[in-house]
């Protein structure tokens, strides 16, 4: 089984990665990830390309991505995505894997759109209950900033702040603790995933299309916190 990771830059898809490769399902060989073409940033979660990139050298995984326009109408975004599957298949691999965790609907969704690809799906952590998965990643080492909040479900004030015991503590009771509805999304820096942690600084707090995203920079000199203009809200985020 050689395995292409549905990469969000979050801390599903991170955890997933880590189990996959703990429980010795097949052989993770590359992240995919879907950028929003005019901010350059991860699609829904906001981050930036350096950050992401830095993510895959941690990871210690080839990065391949994949543009998508904002707003995207869905027949563009199944279409590069089919061309990312075929040219997976001609690559050798055989699998993808999700960091979904219970959403039946999207399940669904990417099973029906790989079906006759010659791609199957993997799901590492669906169903494992939400709130015990929470603490494991924050035990195990995960760490990771809230980059991008749906007000609507959660406070605007969480946007910036570290996924940690203290956030799960303040987070609604009306949301899930991994945010798996949509009430947030994650950059993750460290854990066992990666070969070393990715210093990072908070940037600008912005709010964009109803939802508010919260700026990462790698911590390095020549990166200025106002470079750059921030992330707005593509259509088909990876989890």
Partial sequence: ???????????????????????????????????????????????????????????????????????????????????????????????????????????????????????????????RPTPALARDMIAGGLEAHLTCVDPRAVPAALAGRAFDASLLADLPATADPCGERGEFHTCVTAGPMFSRPIPVVPGVVVERDGFVFADLLPSRPDVHPNHGQHGTNPCHGQR
């Fill in 1 to 127: 089984m050689k395995v292409l990771v549905s990469w969000s830059s979050g801390k599903d898809s991170a955890w997933m990665l880590h189990v996959l490769r703990t429980e010795r399902i097949g052989t993770p060989a590359a992240l995919l990830t879907t950028i929003n073409e005019a901010a350059d940033r991860v699609a829904m979660h906001g981050v930036r390309t350096e950050l992401l990139r830095l993510q895959a050298e941690a990871a210690g995984l080839p990065l391949i991505t994949v543009s998508i326009p904002s707003p995207c109408p869905n027949e563009v975004y199944e279409e590069r995505m089919a061309a990312a599957c075929r040219a997976a298949v001609a690559d050798g691999f055989t699998h993808v894997a999700f960091g979904d965790l219970f959403l039946e609907d999207v399940r669904r969704y990417r099973e029906e759109r790989l079906a006759g690809t010659g791609l199957s799906p993997l799901f590492p952590l669906w169903n």
